[in-house]
């Protein structure tokens, strides 16, 4: 019995119950029915995760100029409140669709549906961007119809993230370490994280990356243009 409410529990026993249900099955079944609808045009969905702050907007910001030039791209932008990283994307003059969780802590199946239907889906358009609302928890559980997921990890998150969050980076198709300008003034070790991140998921890719030297944006665009062209 326990001493402080008097309920009965057994704190050296422990019953598993399964409720029978996918409480995540709705969310697969529109997520299977986005990469449908978007593999129908051969449209590419990437969906772009990590932490507030990680580099996501300033990976595009890198990335699109150099894209657009090649390929038709949209963006999703997802946010808890603001339009402030849509912002940016628009001074590219790249279409961008925003969504405002309200509170949500990740973006779902039903809310990039929604967004896709705002946005031109032809044959013309050859690649989607979704910038997940900036977490390594909640998104991971959530498919958005996707054909990759990128993490974007930067150098000050600190390199034990990938063993500390392993559910995001399970699913990973490439690890973008971000703002290695910055590894000489913080405590990360690049080996330590990259062996952290392949023990979590040894098929990922790994690419280290600056914005402010442009260090792995070739071998990232590389990259895209390979995601690009592969067949889904």
Known sequence: MCEDCGCEHDNEKSEII????DILAENKKIAAHNR???SKFGIVMINLVGSPGSGKTTLLEKTLPVLKDKIKVSVIEGDVE????KTRIDALNVPCYQIKTHGACHLDAEMVHKALHKLELNE????IFIENVGNLICPALFALGEDFRV???SVPEGDDKP???PEMFYGSDVVVISKMD???YVDFDIEKCQKSIMTVNPKTKIIQFSAKTNKGLNEWMNWLEWA???PT
């Open 18 to 21: 399964d409720v029978g249900i």
């Open 182 to 184: 910055l590894i000489s």
């Open 163 to 165: 063993e500390k969050y």
């Open 151 to 153: 993490i974007v990890l």
């Open 36 to 38: 449908d609808k978007l």
């Open 124 to 127: 013309a358009l050859g690649l």
């Open 228 to 230: 690009i062209m592969k």
């Open 82 to 85: 603001t339009d402030n990283d």
